[in-house]
């Protein structure tokens, strides 16, 4: 089991960047895929990045690739999000989630493991 906490998010203008963390509990982070998802209010979880256990593979929903990058550090059992070129409807609140299986997927319900979510606010 894998206890997850999200920080860095924020309010920042449109054009701004901010980094997201997701520090994780326990020895298991290295095995386990992870990934990043966010919900805007009204709407449905969305997927934005995976990375496998390693960090060799990564995958990004096609409308956030060239802005966001996933990364991972294990020897500190953490995850990134670097966001750039922020714009108003990144607006969401920001989930990292623990997929032991690593079945590297972009949908929600494959991952196991959920932080609290830390929100990111772009004002235009």
């Known amino acids: 089991q894998v206890q997850l906490v999200e920080s860095g998010g924020g309010l920042v203008q449109a054009g701004g960047s901010l980094r997201l963390s997701c520090a994780a509990s326990g020895r298991t982070f290295s095995s386990y895929g992870m990934g990043w998802f966010r919900q805007a209010p009204g709407k449905e979880r969305e997927f934005v990045a995976t990375?496998?256990?390693?960090?060799?593979?990564?995958y990004y929903a096609d409308s956030l690739k060239g802005r966001f990058t996933i990364s991972r550090d294990n020897a500190k059992n953490t995850l990134y999000l670097q966001m750039n070129s922020l714009k108003p409807e990144d607006t969401a609140v920001y989930y990292c989630?623990?997929?032991?299986?690593?079945?590297?997927?972009?949908?929600?319900?494959?991952?196991?493991?959920w932080g609290q979510g830390t929100q990111v606010t772009v004002s235009s």
């Open positions: 989630a623990a997929d032991p299986k690593n079945l590297h997927s972009n949908w929600y319900a494959e991952y196991d493991y």
């Open positions: 990375i496998n256990w390693s960090g060799g593979n990564t």
